[in-house]
């Protein structure tokens, strides 16, 4: 009688295991999704204010072309090839910021604000987007969620690969 | 771009009304927070109900727990964990904003207890414990919950991925800076003076290694004085000074705000000679602000707050001599004093609410993802039953 209650007791802690567990990797793939759609937004605006910056007085025409081509590729980039359009556009951000910085007129500057603050939450968004999924990452390489198939059909993340210096 | 109003939910591990730097902080962050037009809920532990402040709810009686060398007056247990559900059921926040959500403590039961935009901001920094490989395991599923962490120094970080295993972004604590910046400066506390501010009684503030420095001081710059202020019984500390350098000491006792930088703005040098246990030093970044020249021991926190070397001078923490020698460099120097206080109030600047107060925004504006509002967790609904039924 005893070894029935005990079993049925084991069973019951590891039915409550498991699925803690899986409300635990749900919570984290929801996370990696919405932090995802932050990041996202947040880069779409800064290629829209860098096409702003191209088309204001601070650029000249040769980093202005060299800018807009750039926005351009980051916002039409697919996944595969975001990554390395991100960049591209800091580079470009970079390059134009450096030399820009004692000509800039108060209007401009304007622009070259909201590009410092959208700079400074994207730095953030990258922090967070990258938690998430590395923490995912330990989380599904447990052998538990494997053999379980917790995970069920939620694709698993990638690691985007950021300059870790954006501007 | 504080912008749109927010319902912000924010948890105090320790007792509200103790004096302490994370209750200082979430002060100053709530009451910042209120002016800038949004709705604030602060729920702590209290001691006496009646002085509260109308944004703060009580979560209930501390108790004393031994913690990270000093005393922590923390709650928690079921009665507690029922309080802190139902002020999350009942407050609707659009975000939590929990203070040390590692120790056991009343924002851990928020962390276990609610579910959605969730910002955790680690104040302590400590040495790698063994107790960690025991306790990890619970605390991790909590910890992850957090859509954004905050350190409030290199140091906290460190402690962050040494015990927990995940990164956070760094951001300071904050000052009113310019409460700092108008100090006059007043002539009793002018010439060869050495401030000192804390509490001294208490052996981690290092006042005993600022008292074995200053025989070799007075034998440099015979008129010397050195002005101690902050809370405590000075008896003690006067009796274990040398008879003869006695008169060199002044006890202020406790001083007010604007005492406070009038000192900053008067004394030559201000010393920080702490021995460990700070994870960020507030009062350094306020001396910094009210324009002192600083000298602080070479422990982590104040070493990266003073940019190595840049803003203030180090010198070797718990080593006398090398203090006297620092100090006595700086009194005879006053091109470099003032120097070191130029680039410190600039540094101090960085830390003003105005500034420190927009990163922490932005960091909720990044765990807010579209009207999704904190609720319970749904993982903890049988617990939470099985609670419920116990109380009754």
């Known amino acids: ?167 | 771009m504080l912008n749109r109003s927010l319902k912000i939910g924010i948890v105090c591990p320790y007792s509200w009304d103790t004096p302490g730097g994370v209750q200082n902080h979430i002060r100053d962050l709530a009451e910042y927070l209120i002016q800038a037009g949004h709705q604030v809920s602060v729920l702590a532990p209290v001691m006496d109900e009646e002085k509260l402040p109308y944004y703060v709810v009580s979560a209930g009686k501390p108790i004393s727990i031994p913690y990270n060398g000093a005393v922590a007056r923390v709650l928690f247990g079921p009665v507690a964990f029922s309080r802190v559900r139902q002020w999350i059921s009942n407050g609707e926040f659009d975000l939590l904003h929990l203070h040390e959500p590692a120790i056991p403590s009343i924002s851990l039961l928020a962390c276990w207890a609610a579910e959605g935009p969730m910002v955790g901001t680690f104040h302590a920094a400590a040495k790698r414990q063994k107790i960690i490989f025991a306790i990890g395991p619970i605390l991790e599923p909590a910890i992850e919950k957090l859509s954004a962490r905050i350190a409030v120094s290199e140091a906290a970080r460190l402690t962050l991925t040494d015990h927990l295993d995940t990164d956070a972004i760094v951001i300071p604590n904050g000052i009113y800076a310019s409460r700092y910046h108008n100090g006059i400066p007043d002539k009793k506390w002018q010439g060869n003076t050495i401030g000192f501010i804390g509490r001294f009684e208490e052996p981690r503030k290092g006042l005993s290694v600022l008292l074995a420095a200053l025989p070799v001081i007075a034998r440099f710059a015979p008129d010397v004085k050195v002005f101690v202020a902050g809370p405590g019984d000075p008896t003690d500390v006067e009796k274990s000074i040398d008879p003869q350098l006695r008169h060199r000491f002044e006890f202020l006792g406790k001083i007010s705000e604007q005492e406070k930088a009038n000192f900053m703005s008067s004394v030559s040098i201000y010393v920080a000679p702490n021995t460990g246990g700070e994870s960020f030093g507030i009062i350094l970044a306020e001396a910094l602000a009210g324009g002192a020249c600083v000298v602080a021991s070479d422990i982590p926190a104040f070493d990266d707050l003073l940019g190595q070397g840049q803003f203030g001078a180090l010198f070797k923490s718990e080593d006398s001599t090398d203090l006297a020698k620092v100090i006595i460099d700086l009194l005879r120097d006053e091109k470099k004093r003032s120097e070191l206080a130029t680039a410190g109030r600039a540094r101090g600047q960085s830390f003003d609410w105005e500034i420190v107060a927009q990163q922490i925004y932005s960091v909720y504006e990044m765990s807010i993802v579209g009207s999704e509002k904190v609720k319970l967790a749904s993982d903890t609904r049988t617990w939470n039953r099985f609670l419920s039924k116990d109380e009754k």
């Open chain 1, 1 to 167: 009688m005893t070894q029935w209650f005990l079993g049925i007791f084991v069973l019951l802690i590891s039915l409550w295991y498991l699925t803690f567990l899986a409300t635990r990797l749900d919570r984290l793939h929801h996370r990696v999704e919405t932090s995802w759609a932050n990041l996202d937004v947040l880069l779409q605006k800064r290629a829209a204010v860098a096409l702003e910056i191209a088309h204001s007085d601070i650029a000249d025409p040769a980093s202005s072309l060299l800018l807009t081509g750039a926005a351009y590729q980051a916002r039409d980039a697919n996944i595969a090839s975001r990554s390395a359009a991100e960049s591209g556009l800091s580079g470009a951000l970079g390059l134009l910021l450096e030399d820009s910085e004692h000509l800039s007129t108060a209007a401009d500057n304007a622009l070259l604000t909201e590009l410092s603050s959208l700079t400074d939450k994207i730095r953030v968004a990258i922090a967070i987007h990258t938690d998430a999924v590395t923490r995912t990452q330990m989380v599904r390489s447990k052998i538990i969620v494997k053999l379980f198939r917790l995970a069920g059909t939620a694709p698993l993340p990638v690691t985007y690969e950021f300059e870790s210096d954006v501007l």
